[in-house]
Structures are given as structure tokens and as C-alpha cells.
């Protein structure tokens, strides 16, 4: 298959066909295009033309356009559709796709909408959906799946597979559960097919499951089902029934949106924003960790200010000030960023105490190694040995500290329950650039004897 690729003739071509509304032209051409790339096209129409292909799509196709819009052109099109065409959208998609666009909808269309659902078991499913926390198990899930009773027989268990698989998109595992519908294990679809009829599931089923809480958050959803390569895992309540199922499409998107956060957050970015949002918006995410920026900045001129008169006599420690800082600045966020990394994929490996000496040690090496090429450059450069030897011995210091800072961070965020992200971005490199200028001048006066 050829992937998919919006040129700017195929966008123009569409926009024609939309104003000429040339409506047999268009279903055609639209029939051959995924509905991940029909929804690529939509989001670069405007909101006029956008909701014309909306309403002339199928409503199968239609629904799953919708699940892949841009969340702010999908709210567009949605404020141009009547409750009924919405409630149409909404009962070909799953109860978890449909539940999350009825969340988006305005509190006094939400009822509206799922008034005119017809089917009432669908509707009466996305209503259960809705009362969980979109940050849980329970808001990922969806209520499609196959599960049997323990106390049927295989001929019983494979006539109600066939009813309840007419509802289920892709069938990934069949759950077991008694009359309570607590989940008791799986099924084996080759022990399935392998067994007399009459034999009944309590004995052939696999009682090992696993499965997660409905309050359970979709980070650590994440972590389990990618541990055991799992493509779906079962959710149950408190009192350890099965309520619904997530699929790894979901925890895909989950581990995405994790990502970006944390690489806004790296970036120092301190809302979830998009390129194409307002200059407000984007103004407000990134003016407070530009604002710390600017402090550390401050601070650092007036730590350099206390030694103005050594400077003056020793002017050479003045062009090293750019490479302490950088380097200060890059060792931290090297540390951080392979505890960060180490903590979202839950492999760290021992205590916080071993992990600051490992750092430490690291820190050291590569600070010797650092610091012998300074040195040989320095003194040949300069000619003065007690000068370069000053500016070495600061080097090592600070990275020594920028090492400790970058990792006892993080790890102290995360005892803390915050998200540690935080610390490889901007946060660290000004914290180590302030430490760093004033270690440097402090070894500097020191050595020099000033």
C-alpha cells in the first residue's frame, strides 16, 4: 500500500469539487482514501467545507473520520451538526470513541445527543463510560468484548461468541467470569476448538489474566500491557468484575500525548499547546520557565559582578564563563534526562544512593577527561599554568555539581508524586548555570589567590 500523501492539487481539486458541489465526483474519490487521510484533508479545509464532507460521507466512514480530527476542527463541525446526525456518528463508533466526543460536546447537548441514539444498550454503555475520570482505566476502556461463564458448556460458549462478536471490531481475548461476572481467567480459542462440546469452560480455561483497575492511571495501563506485549487487557471494579476492555490503539495514543508532554515540559513549555493555537495560548506556556530563564540570568551577571576586580586582573577567566555554563548546562541534562527516562520506563535499578555514586563516578571521568584537554589547550593558548589549572579544576567541580543537580532532581520530584519531566529542561540549565558561575570564580579566586 502506497502511503497516503496531501499534495496541494488533491487539496485544490476537493475544494472544487465542494464548491461546484459535484457530490458524486467527491464520494467517489473519497472512497478510495482511509479515514485517518480523509480526516488529513479535512483538517486543512475550512470550517464550511469541512462540515459539507462531513455530512456527505457515510456515517460508517463518517465516525471513524471524526475519532481522527484535530480536537478543535472536530468541535467546529460538531457545533454545525443537528443532535441527531451527532447521535448517527456516534452509534457506529465503539463506546469508548463515542464517549470521549459526547465529553467534548456542551453539558446542554450531552443529553440531547444520547436521547437520539437507538440503540439503547449502546447509548446506556457510553452513559456508564462517561461517570470515570478520563485520567483512568475506566475513561480508556471500551465496553466491547467477549467474555463467557465458567459454568457453560463449549456448544453454549460458541453460540454466544457469535452473538456478542457482532459488536466487537477485532476479538483479541475471550474472558471467562462466573454468575457475578468477576473475572475468573481467559479462554483458549485452540482449547476451544480442540474440546468435545459438552465439555463445559470451568475446565479448560486459563485462571493467570491480566487485568487493571478502573481508577488505574493510563501510565501505568501503559507500562503493563507493554511488559507482557498484551494488544488488549481486561478492567474490572472494585469488587473485581469485568466492565470493559482496553486495546493497545488506545495506550498507543496514551504513550504519545505522554511523550509530547514530556517533551514540551523538557522544552520548557508549561501547557499542552500546538503550533497552530493562539499567540495567547502560546504566549502563556512558555512565558513562565522564559521568565525563570530570565532570573537565572540575573542571578548569574550578579554572582559574575562580586567578581568584577578579579576579572579585571585576570581576564581570561571572562571568555571561559560561556563553556563553564555550557557545560553545566549539558551534564545536567544528560543526568536528568536518563533518570527521566528511566523513570517513565520503570528500569531504574537500585537506590538513589547507588545511582548518585554510578553519576558521580561519571560525572568524574568525564570531567578528568575534559579537563586534561582544557588544560594542554589553555596553557599553550595563554602560557599562564596556574590560570588554565584554575579553570580546570572548576571545570571538573562543576561538573561534578551540574551531575549531582541533574539526577538527585528528578528522582527527588518523583518521591514527591511530581511529574520529574520537569527537571530536564530549562529548570536545570539555569539551576546548574547559576551553581556553575559561581563555583567557577569561587575555585578560580582561590587558586589564583586572590
Not at 2 to 19: G, H, R, S, V, Y
Not at 181 to 198: A, I, M, P
Not at 338 to 346: E, K, P, R, S, Y
Request: proline letters at 2%.
Amino acid at each position: 500500500m502506497t502511503p497516503f500523501k496531501l499534495t496541494d492539487e488533491l487539496l485544490a481539486e476537493i475544494e472544487q469539487l465542494i464548491e461546484s458541489q459535484r457530490d458524486t465526483e467527491l464520494v467517489t474519490l473519497m472512497d478510495d482514501i482511509h479515514y485517518a487521510d480523509i480526516a488529513e484533508i479535512i483538517n486543512e479545509l475550512n470550517e464550511d467545507e469541512a462540515t459539507y464532507l462531513i455530512k456527505l460521507l457515510e456515517s460508517d466512514k463518517t465516525s471513524d473520520v471524526l475519532t481522527e480530527l484535530d480536537e478543535d476542527v472536530r468541535e467546529a463541525i460538531l457545533n454545525n451538526l443537528s443532535a441527531k446526525e451527532i447521535a448517527d456518528e456516534l452509534g457506529e463508533l465503539d463506546t469508548d470513541d463515542a464517549a470521549d466526543i459526547i465529553g467534548e460536546l456542551p453539558n446542554d447537548m450531552v443529553q440531547e445527543v444520547i436521547s437520539e441514539i437507538e440503540d439503547r444498550e449502546h447509548a446506556k454503555d457510553i452513559v456508564d463510560l462517561l461517570r470515570y475520570d478520563e485520567d483512568s482505566a475506566g475513561g480508556l476502556m471500551a465496553k466491547e468484548l467477549v467474555k463467557v461463564r465458567e459454568n457453560w458448556d463449549v456448544l453454549k460458549c460458541v453460540k454466544e461468541m457469535r452473538a456478542q462478536a457482532e459488536n466487537v471490531t477485532r476479538v483479541h481475548s475471550i474472558y471467562v467470569v462466573d454468575d457475578d461476572d468477576k473475572l475468573k481467567g481467559r479462554l483458549s480459542l485452540k482449547d476451544l476448538l480442540t474440546t468435545s462440546t459438552r465439555t463445559h469452560i470451568s475446565e479448560i480455561y486459563i485462571p493467570k489474566v491480566d487485568s487493571v483497575n478502573v481508577n488505574e492511571k493510563p501510565e501505568e495501563v501503559a507500562k503493563i500491557m507493554s511488559k507482557y506485549d498484551l494488544e488488549a487487557i481486561p478492567v474490572v471494579d472494585e469488587i473485581g468484575r469485568l466492565v470493559g476492555r482496553i486495546t493497545i490503539d488506545d495506550i498507543v495514543d496514551v504513550i504519545r500525548e505522554e511523550a509530547d508532554k514530556d517533551y514540551q515540559m523538557a522544552a520548557g513549555i508549561s501547557q499542552d499547546v500546538e503550533a497552530d493555537d493562539s499567540i495567547w495560548d502560546l504566549t502563556r506556556a512558555r512565558l513562565p520557565w522564559l521568565f525563570l530563564g530570565l532570573i537565572g540570568g540575573v542571578g548569574a551577571a550578579a554572582i559574575m559582578g562580586g567578581f568584577e576586580e578579579m576579572i579585571s586582573k585576570h581576564a581570561v577567566l571572562f571568555f571561559f564563563t560561556p563553556l563553564i555554563a555550557a557545560m553545566a548546562g549539558n551534564v545536567g541534562v544528560q543526568s536528568s534526562a536518563i533518570i527521566v527516562q528511566g523513570l517513565a520506563n520503570d528500569d531504574l535499578k537500585g537506590s538513589v544512593s547507588s545511582r548518585l555514586v554510578k553519576e558521580m563516578l561519571l560525572a568524574l571521568l568525564n570531567g578528568f577527561a575534559l579537563a586534561t584537554i582544557l588544560l594542554i589547550f589553555t596553557w599553550f593558548w595563554k602560557g599562564e599554568f596556574l590560570t588554565s589549572l584554575a579553570i580546570c579544576l572548576s571545570l571538573v567541580a562543576v561538573i561534578l555539581v551540574a551531575g549531582f543537580i541533574g539526577t538527585f532532581t528528578p528522582l527527588f520530584l518523583h518521591k514527591r508524586g511530581i511529574d520529574p519531566a520537569i527537571a530536564t529542561g530549562p529548570f536545570i540549565t539555569t539551576s546548574n548555570d547559576i551553581f556553575g558561575i559561581l563555583i567557577y570564580f569561587s575555585i578560580a579566586k582561590m587558586v589564583l589567590g586572590i
